[in-house]
C-alpha cells in the first residue's frame, strides 16, 4: 500500500480548517490534528504557518479554475457565460451553508496587511481572475451584448469586487438574498 503524502494530507487539511477557522483561528496543531499527521512534519514540507497560506490559496485557486472555465465556453454566448459563472460560484457558496465564504476574499481581509507573502499571492489570483472575466465581457461587448460605453478591464474589476463584497454579505446573513440583488443589479443595471 502507498505511503500517504504527508505534505498533501497537510494541504487539504490547511485548505478545510483555515476555510472554515480563518488564518487567524487555528494553528499549526489545528491543521495537523486534522491531517492526521505529527506536528513536527508540518515543518518538514512548509517553512511557515504563512507559506502554508500560500499553498493552501495555490490549491483553492485550481478548485476555482474548473468554475473559471464556464467563462471561456464559446459554445455559451458571453453574458449567458457571465451569469451561470456566477450562479456556479453562489451554488457553491449557499452549498456550504454561507459558512464559509471565499477563502480568497477571507485571506484578502484578514491577512493583506499581516503577510506579504500572502498579499502577493492575492495580487497574482485577483489579476487572473479579473482578465477571466474582462476577456468575457470583451466578447459580450462585441455582441452587443453588454454596454460598451465602459472599458471591460474596469468593468470586470468592479464585478470582480461586488461580487466579493457580496460573498462576505450572505456569509453574515446566511441567505442568498445579496446575491439574488447582485445578480439583479449587475445583469439589469451594469452591464446592459
Given amino acids: 500500500m502507498p505511503k500517504p503524502n504527508?505534505?498533501?494530507q497537510i494541504v487539504v487539511a490547511g485548505?478545510?480548517?483555515?476555510?472554515?477557522?480563518?488564518?487567524?483561528?487555528?494553528g499549526?496543531?489545528?491543521?495537523?490534528d486534522a491531517a492526521g499527521v505529527p506536528k513536527g512534519s508540518f515543518y518538514n514540507h512548509f517553512e511557515s504557518k504563512e507559506a502554508l497560506g500560500v499553498a493552501v490559496l495555490d490549491r483553492y485557486w485550481q478548485i476555482c479554475a474548473a468554475q473559471l472555465?464556464?467563462?471561456?465556453?464559446e459554445r455559451v454566448p458571453p453574458l449567458d457565460r457571465l451569469r451561470g459563472y456566477f450562479e456556479s460560484l453562489a451554488e457553491t457558496i449557499a452549498g456550504q451553508g454561507y459558512a464559509k465564504g471565499c477563502l480568497i476574499g477571507n485571506f484578502s481581509t484578514e491577512l493583506a496587511d499581516q503577510s506579504r507573502l500572502v498579499r502577493e499571492r492575492l495580487t497574482g489570483i485577483f489579476a487572473a481572475w479579473t482578465q477571466a472575466l474582462e476577456t468575457c465581457i470583451r466578447q459580450a461587448q462585441r455582441t452587443d451584448?453588454?454596454?460598451s460605453n465602459l472599458d471591460a478591464r474596469t468593468l470586470a474589476a468592479l464585478l470582480l469586487s461586488a461580487w466579493e463584497g457580496t460573498v462576505m454579505r450572505v456569509k453574515v446573513d446566511k441567505s442568498d438574498a445579496a446575491f439574488k440583488q447582485f445578480m439583479a443589479v449587475v445583469f439589469t443595471d451594469i452591464l446592459s
Fill in 15 to 26: 485548505l478545510e480548517t483555515l476555510h472554515r477557522r480563518g488564518f487567524n483561528g487555528c
Fill in 6 to 8: 504527508v505534505r498533501e
Fill in 28 to 32: 499549526v496543531q489545528d491543521i495537523t
Fill in 69 to 73: 472555465r464556464l467563462l471561456s465556453d
Fill in 145 to 147: 451584448a453588454v454596454r
